[in-house]
C-alpha cells in the first residue's frame, strides 16, 4: 500500500478511458467503520467524557468561586476573627453572595463526588466495596448539597 | 521501581498523587464545613460556639494546611487543563509543575500573616 489516492475520474492506467461516468457509477464503497443498521448499538454512552470534561470546566469557575472565598473569609478585613453570625447575615442580605455561595456548594460538592468516585473505582478491588463506598458517597453528596441549598435559600436574620 | 507498576515516578506521578490527597482532604473539609454552616439556621449562638474553635490556634495551623492543599489543587489543576488542552502542554508539563510550586510558596509565604496572625497575637499577646 505505497498510496491511497485515487484517480478522481476513474480512469485506468491502461485503457485510457474513463471507466465510469455519469451512466455507469462506479460502485459506492463504504467506509469500513461505517455504522449501519446492524452495527451493535454501544452499551455505554459518554459519560465518562463528560465527567472528565465537567472536572475541567467546574474546575476553572472554582479556582475564581472558592479562591474569592478565601481571600473574603481568611484574608480581608481581619481574617477569620471576624466571621460570626452577623457576618454570615450581612453578606447573605445580597443575591450576588447567596448566588456565589450557591454555584459554589454545588459545583464543589460534585467536582468532589466525581473526585472520590475515581478515587474508589481505582482502589477499591472487590465489586462489593466499590458499590458500598459509593452508595456511602452519594448519599452523603446529596444530602449535604440538599442541606446547604436549603441553608442558603431559608436563612432567617432574625431566627432569634 | 518494582516490576510490572504502571508508576513512573518524578514530576508527573508526584504531582498526580499530590493532586489526589489534597482533592480527597478538601472534600472532607467541605462536607464539614456545610455542616457547620448549617448551625445558622439552628441558632445564632449555635454558629457562633462552633466558629469560636475556627479561631483556636491549632485550628488555625489546620485552616493554613486547608489553604496550602486548595492552592496546590487549584494551581495544579489548572497545569492539568493546560497539560489537556494545550498542543504543548505534555512537553512543558515539568516546567509548568515547578511554576506551579514556585506561585505556591509565594501564596503560601503571603498567607503566613492573614491566617496565622490572630493565631500568634492570641498565643504571644498583640
Do not use: C
Not at chain 1, 459519560?47 to 476553572?60: D, K, V
Not at chain 1, 473505582?121 to 466495596?129: G, L, P, S
Request: aromatic share 12%.
Amino acid at each position: 500500500m505505497s498510496t491511497t489516492e485515487t484517480t478522481a475520474s476513474g480512469i485506468g492506467p491502461v485503457e485510457g478511458a474513463a471507466l465510469y461516468d455519469v451512466d455507469n457509477p462506479a460502485p459506492v464503497i463504504e467506509a469500513p467503520r461505517q455504522r449501519t443498521k446492524k452495527t451493535p448499538k454501544p452499551t455505554r454512552g459518554n459519560f465518562e467524557m463528560y465527567g472528565w470534561l465537567f472536572m475541567r470546566l467546574s474546575g476553572i469557575v472554582l479556582v475564581v468561586l472558592v479562591i474569592g472565598h478565601l481571600l473574603i473569609q481568611l484574608v480581608l478585613d481581619g481574617g477569620v476573627s471576624k466571621i460570626g453570625f452577623a457576618f454570615v447575615a450581612g453578606r447573605w442580605a445580597s443575591p450576588w453572595w447567596q448566588v456565589w455561595d450557591l454555584a459554589m456548594l454545588w459545583l464543589a460538592m460534585l467536582h468532589g463526588a466525581n473526585g472520590l468516585r475515581t478515587v474508589i473505582n481505582d482502589y477499591a478491588e472487590r465489586a462489593n466495596t466499590r458499590l458500598w463506598l459509593k452508595g456511602l458517597l452519594y448519599t452523603a453528596t446529596v444530602f449535604t448539597i440538599l442541606l446547604g441549598t436549603l441553608v442558603i435559600f431559608t436563612f432567617d436574620p432574625n431566627i432569634r | 521501581m518494582p516490576a510490572g507498576t504502571l508508576y513512573r515516578g518524578r514530576e508527573g506521578m508526584w504531582s498526580w498523587v499530590a493532586h489526589r490527597v489534597t482533592g480527597v482532604l478538601i472534600f472532607f473539609f467541605l462536607f464539614v464545613h456545610v455542616l457547620d454552616t448549617a448551625l445558622v439556621r439552628v441558632s445564632p449562638e449555635a454558629y457562633d460556639k462552633v466558629v469560636a474553635t475556627y479561631k483556636t490556634p491549632i485550628v488555625a495551623v489546620l485552616e493554613y494546611g486547608l489553604v496550602a492543599a486548595i492552592l496546590f489543587h487549584a494551581l495544579n489543576g489548572l497545569r492539568v487543563i493546560a497539560v489537556d488542552f494545550w498542543s504543548k502542554g505534555p512537553r512543558y508539563q515539568k516546567q509548568m509543575l515547578w511554576t506551579v510550586v514556585g506561585v505556591w510558596v509565594v501564596l503560601m509565604l503571603g498567607a503566613i500573616y492573614p491566617v496565622l496572625g490572630h493565631a500568634a497575637r492570641e498565643l504571644f499577646g498583640s
